[in-house]
T-cell receptor, first 115, second 115 residues
Framework: AQTVTQSQPEMSVQEAETVTLSCTYDTSESNYYLFWYKQPPSRQMILVIRQEAYKQQNATENRFSVNFQKAAKSFSLKISDSQLGDTAMYFCAFLYTGTASKLTFGTGTRLQVTL | GAVVSQHPSRVICKSGTSVKIECRSL??????MFWYRQFPKQSLMLMATSNEGSKATYEQGVEKDKFLINHASLTLSTLTVTSAHPEDSSFYIC???????????FGNGTRLTVT
C-alpha cells in the first residue's frame, strides 16, 4: 500500500515571498505520478502541478514548481511570489500506474498568505 | 470553464430520507468517475469508483447498499445516500478524467447535512 505524508499541518507566508510545502511518500512501485492539489475555501479541488516519476526534470507551472527526489521519495512544492489567492489547503497525492490504481492523498497543509 | 458540474452544492435533509447527488462531465465522456468523502479538516477519502454501464467498485468499509452509485451514461454519475443519518453529514466530491484512473478535475462538492 502507498502512503503520503505531509508533515506541516499549517504554514504561513507573507505576500510576495516564497514558501515550500513538503511531502514524502512510501511505495515499492517504480512507475507512478505525483500531484499537488489546491483546495481554497470554496472547497473545489484544483490541480496545481503533476510529476511523472520517470521524468528527472522537475515540473513547473508558472509560480509553482516541485523538487522531486525519487530516491528520497520526496515531492515538495515551492510557491514563488506568493499571492493572497494562494491561501488554501494543499494536498499532495500519489498514483501508481498499475491497473485499478487510485489516488492516495496526504493529510494536507493549510497555507495562509498574509499581507 | 467548468469541466465537472456537481449538484447540489448544499443539501439539508432529515434522518431516514434519501439524497441524490449528481456529477456531470461537461467536456468529455467519462467511463470512470470517482466519489470522495471529506470530513472537516481532513483529506479526501475515496468511497467508490463509478464505472459506466457496470457496477461501481467500492472501497473497503463503504456500504454499497447505503451509498448507491449509478453511472448510466458517459457524462453522468449519481451518488444516492439512502436512509441518511447524522453521521452521514459530510462533504462529498466527485472527480472525473485524467489518465491511469487519475481524477484531474473535481466537482465543486456537495455539503450534506442530516438533521
Amino acid at each position: 500500500a502507498q502512503t503520503v505524508t505531509q508533515s506541516q499541518p499549517e504554514m504561513s507566508v507573507q505576500e510576495a515571498e516564497t514558501v515550500t510545502l513538503s511531502c514524502t511518500y512510501d511505495t515499492s512501485e517504480s512507475n507512478y505520478y505525483l500531484f499537488w492539489y489546491k483546495q481554497p475555501p470554496s472547497r473545489q479541488m484544483i490541480l496545481v502541478i503533476r510529476q511523472e516519476a520517470y521524468k528527472q526534470q522537475n515540473a513547473t507551472e508558472n509560480r509553482f514548481s516541485v523538487n522531486f527526489q525519487k530516491a528520497a521519495k520526496s515531492f515538495s512544492l515551492k510557491i514563488s511570489d506568493s499571492q493572497l489567492g494562494d491561501t488554501a489547503m494543499y494536498f499532495c497525492a500519489f498514483l501508481y500506474t498499475g491497473t485499478a490504481s487510485k489516488l492516495t492523498f496526504g493529510t494536507g497543509t493549510r497555507l495562509q498568505v498574509t499581507l | 470553464g467548468a469541466v465537472v458540474s456537481q449538484h447540489p452544492s448544499r443539501v439539508i435533509c432529515k434522518s431516514g430520507t434519501s439524497v441524490k447527488i449528481e456529477c456531470r462531465s461537461l467536456d468529455f465522456q467519462a467511463t470512470t468517475m470517482f466519489w470522495y468523502r471529506q470530513f472537516p479538516k481532513q483529506s479526501l477519502m475515496l468511497m467508490a469508483t463509478s464505472n459506466e454501464g457496470s457496477k461501481a467498485t467500492y472501497e473497503q468499509g463503504v456500504e454499497k447498499d447505503k451509498f448507491l452509485i449509478n453511472h448510466a451514461s458517459l457524462t453522468l454519475s449519481t451518488l444516492t445516500v439512502t436512509s441518511a443519518h447524522p453521521e452521514d453529514s459530510s462533504f462529498y466530491i466527485c472527480g472525473v478524467g485524467g489518465s491511469h484512473n487519475s481524477p484531474l478535475h473535481f466537482g465543486n462538492g456537495t455539503r450534506l447535512t442530516v438533521t
